[in-house]
């Protein structure tokens, strides 16, 4: 049984080191995304329950129910005890949530373009941003972007093409596998929400 006491004694050691474990942190958490993803239970349990613990300490639920953030094994990067690392990824909809409790956001959205939609953007001394989704046959993904309000009243945004995305993915460990297969809108929404925190007064590691 991949629950293991050793595993349930791991999560419990761990919890300890937090001063205040938030009430939503629960042992749950580790069982269900095993279920989900059962190659987790075979990964080296501190790099898996560091991953929950990490999780816990930015306020996110791992699992793609949320978007928040996903759990992935990766069998490169070996672990002392010969087993592969448990890695954490942070979702779209999780990044746009720390950006938001920093208290210099007021909204953050991104959005997927397709090519029958309307759209064009200039950066410049004057920049705009038009997009007016098409109904019926979308057609293929052609960019995504990010707009960020500013609490002071300043609007930010980004555009990145498909083509731009993908060098991203091309150059991601879990590029062919996990959440960039199984939701890939959502990782080039990721993608062009991390670009633009360049440019944003937020200072979250990511």
């Known amino acids: ?7 349930n004694s791991a999560f419990n050691a761990m ?11 629960k042992f749950i958490f580790a069982t269900t995304e095993i279920r989900k993803v059962p190659a987790l239970g075979k990964c080296n349990i501190e790099s898996f329950m560091g991953s929950i613990m990490q999780c816990a300490q930015l306020g996110l639920e791992p699992g793609s129910a949320l978007g928040h953030a996903y759990l992935l094994p990766f069998g490169s990067g070996k672990a002392a005890d010969g087993k592969a690392n448990c890695q954490l990824i942070i979702g779209y909809r ?29 950066f410049g001394l004057e920049e705009t941003l038009k997009h007016k989704p098409a ?8 960019h995504v972007y990010a707009v960020a309000k500013l609490k002071g009243g300043g609007i ?11 060098k991203v993915k091309a150059s991601s460990k ?19 929400i991390r670009r633009l925190f360049k440019y944003l007064p ?4 990511i």
Request: net charge negative; with cysteine; hydrophobic share 35%.
């Open 156 to 166: 930010q945004f980004d555009v990145m093409s498909k083509a731009d995305v993908d």
């Open 94 to 122: 999780g990044m746009i949530d720390l950006a938001r409790r920093s208290g210099q956001i007021v909204s953050l959205t991104a959005r997927t373009v397709y090519e029958n939609d309307e759209f064009s953007y200039e």
């Open 135 to 142: 109904d019926g046959d979308l057609g293929k993904i052609t």
């Open 174 to 192: 879990a590029g062919n596998n996990g959440p960039w297969i199984t939701h890939y809108d959502e990782m080039a929404k990721k993608t062009v």
């Open 1 to 7: 049984d991949v629950c293991s006491s050793d595993l």
């Open 15 to 25: 919890l300890k080191t937090l001063e205040e474990p938030p009430p939503h942190v």
């Open 202 to 205: 937020v200072s979250i590691e």
